[in-house]
């Protein structure tokens, strides 16, 4: 007898499985993203060493430390900057060499990092009533990691 009754839970829980599928469209999409993200992640748009063409070469790293966030993005070249990621909504400040980063909202969504003869373009949480210099700050989604510094 429980035999039966469990072979008639086990065609009931079957049954209900085929009736909760998913949408096809909306599936086709959600991989869509995925492999979109997958290709792109940690990759942003540079133009380095004075070019004046960008494209998405540079790649992005981020490492956590006792004295906050550090973000690391490699030129295609080998070359690389580092910046300090700062919480105080201005986004990001070199952390090493003679050059300061200047930082301007490029677009909805983008800033544009400036240092010496480099530039790239991050994704960005703009704030609300930000026009120049300031109020962005770096989403965790353009961040790779957070890898523990010094190891």
């Known amino acids: 007898m429980s035999m039966r009754t469990s072979s008639i839970v086990a065609l009931t829980l079957a049954l209900a499985a085929c009736e909760n599928r998913p949408d096809n469209a909306v599936l086709a999409e959600a991989e ?10 940690g990759k942003v748009e540079c133009a380095v060493n004075g070019a004046s063409n960008f494209t998405r070469g540079c790649f992005t790293e981020r490492l956590s430390g006792e004295n906050g966030g550090t973000m690391i993005i490699r030129h295609p070249d080998g070359g690389f900057r580092r910046f300090k990621i700062l919480t105080d909504g201005h986004g990001l400040e070199a952390a090493d060499g003679f050059d300061k980063a200047q930082v301007s909202i490029a677009e909805d969504g983008k800033i544009l990092v400036v240092v010496g003869p480099d530039k790239y373009l991050l994704p960005a949480q703009i704030k609300s009533g930000a026009r120049t210099n300031a109020a962005a700050e770096i989403p965790a989604a353009a961040r790779k ?7």
Do not use: I, M, T, V
């Open 32 to 41: 869509k993203r995925a492999a979109e993200q997958a290709q792109d992640n």
């Open 145 to 151: 990691g957070p890898a523990q510094a010094g190891n």
